[in-house]
């Protein structure tokens, strides 16, 4: 079956760097576009970044350009997300999406939390 499992996160001071992980499985993770999302407390679903099937990164919230850069390694069958000079309010938890058309579905991984603070 098809699994997103995203690791990576923690507690970093302002200013900090983190990189998250994106590993997939179940299904020919090369073919397809990959996407990160997060979702902050009391706050919707908001897309951070996504990136083509060969590797292009397609989009990019306007908070997180020069920030942020999403890529992946299609013979690890893993995306990653780096994040840099982050911000409290970069405090979300961070999923990892994939859409898979022959299925119709959107998958989700578990999310991985991201605390920003000093």
């Known amino acids: 079956q098809v699994q997103l499992v995203e690791s990576g996160g923690g507690l970093v001071q302002p200013g900090g760097s983190l990189r998250l992980s994106c590993a997939a499985s179940?299904?020919?993770?090369?073919?397809?576009?990959l996407t990160w999302y997060r979702r902050a407390p009391g706050k919707e679903r908001e897309l951070v970044a996504a990136?083509?099937?060969?590797?292009?990164?397609?989009n990019y919230a306007d908070s997180m350009k020069g920030r942020f850069t999403i890529s992946r390694d299609n013979a690890k069958s893993t995306a990653y997300l780096q994040m840099n000079s982050l911000k409290p309010e970069d405090t979300a938890v961070y999923y990892c999406?994939?859409?898979?058309?022959?299925?119709?579905?959107?998958?989700w991984g578990q999310g991985t939390q991201v605390t920003v603070s000093s």
């Open positions: 999406n994939a859409y898979i058309p022959n299925t119709n579905r959107d998958y």
């Open positions: 179940g299904f020919t993770f090369r073919f397809y576009a």
């Open positions: 990136i083509t099937a060969p590797g292009r990164p397609t």
